[in-house]
C-alpha cells in the first residue's frame, strides 16, 4: 500500500515533443506529491509539486496532472529539450505526520534527441 | 543558494567495516532524512530526524544503522558492520519547518563495500 507505481521505465522523445511519465499510488493518506529531476551523479532536485486539492498545477513546460478518483498522478514535459534528459522521479507522503518521508517511484529515465 | 552538502562524494570500504557518512543540512533546516539508492533502482527513506531523535525509519534501517547530530550543523550516518549489500547512493535531504514539505536533496555519497 505505500508503493508508488511509475512508467513507463524509460521514454525516447524528439525535441519539441511532449514526454508524459505517469505515476499511481494506492495510499490515500498521501496528500503531497513531488516529481523529482536527478542528472547522473547527482542528488534529486524538486521540480514540481501537487496537492491533491487541485487537478493540475503548471511551471514553465512542466505541468502535473493529477487524478484523486484515480489515485493517479502525471508529469508533462511540453517542448522537450535535450537538456531534460534525465532520470525523473515521482515521489508522494503524508503531510499528518512531523516525518513527511518520502516514497519514490521507480524512476524513468528520458532521452530528447536533438 | 543555500544547499545540503555531502562528504565524502566516495567511499570505498571493506565488508565488517564501519563507516560514517557526513551531512551538512541547509543552515535553517529542522528536519533530516537519509535516504539510500542502489545502483539502478528507486530512492528508499531510511530515516527522517527531528529534535535530535529519529521520528520515522524505515525497515531497511536496521540495528546496523545509527543517526546523529553531533553538533549544530553535521548530520550522519553510521553503518557499525557493513555488508556487501549496504553498497548504494547515501543521499541526506533537509526540510524547513512543519508547514514545509519541500525536501532538499544533497549530492550524495557512493559507498563501496568490498
Known amino acids: 500500500q505505500q508503493q508508488v507505481k511509475q512508467s513507463p521505465q524509460s521514454l525516447i522523445v524528439q525535441k519539441g515533443g511532449i514526454s508524459i511519465i505517469n505515476c499511481a499510488y494506492e495510499?490515500?493518506?498521501?496528500?503531497?506529491f513531488p516529481w523529482y529531476q536527478q542528472f547522473p551523479g547527482k542528488g534529486p532536485a524538486l521540480l514540481i509539486a501537487?496537492?491533491?486539492?487541485?487537478s493540475e498545477k503548471k511551471e514553465g513546460r512542466f505541468t502535473i496532472s493529477f487524478n484523486k478518483s484515480a489515485k493517479q498522478f502525471s508529469l508533462h514535459i511540453m517542448d522537450s529539450q535535450p537538456g531534460d534528459s534525465a532520470t525523473y522521479f515521482c515521489?508522494?507522503?503524508?503531510?499528518?505526520?512531523?516525518?513527511?518521508?518520502?516514497?519514490f517511484g521507480s524512476g524513468t529515465q528520458l532521452t530528447v534527441l536533438p | 543558494e543555500p544547499e545540503v552538502t555531502q562528504t565524502p562524494s566516495h567511499q570505498v570500504t571493506q565488508m565488517g567495516q564501519e563507516v560514517i557518512l557526513r551531512c551538512v543540512p541547509i543552515?535553517?533546516?529542522?528536519?533530516f532524512y537519509w535516504y539510500r539508492q542502489i545502483l539502478g533502482q528507486k530512492v528508499e527513506f531510511l530515516v527522517s530526524?527531528?529534535?535530535?531523535?529519529?521520528?520515522?525509519k524505515s525497515e531497511i534501517f536496521d540495528d546496523q544503522f545509527s543517526v546523529e547530530r553531533p553538533d549544530g550543523s553535521n548530520f550522519t550516518l553510521k553503518i557499525r558492520s557493513t555488508k556487501l549489500e549496504d553498497s548504494a547512493m547515501y543521499f541526506c535531504?533537509?526540510?524547513?519547518?512543519?508547514?514545509?514539505?519541500?525536501?532538499?536533496f544533497g549530492p550524495g555519497t557512493r559507498l563501496t563495500v568490498l
Open positions: 535531504a533537509s526540510r524547513w519547518t512543519g508547514g514545509t514539505d519541500t525536501q532538499y
Open positions: 495510499n490515500t493518506a498521501f496528500d503531497y
Open positions: 501537487i496537492r491533491p486539492d487541485v
Open positions: 515521489a508522494a507522503s503524508s503531510t499528518t505526520g512531523s516525518a513527511r518521508q518520502l516514497t
Open positions: 543552515s535553517n533546516h529542522l528536519y
Open positions: 530526524f527531528y529534535n535530535n531523535e529519529i521520528s520515522e
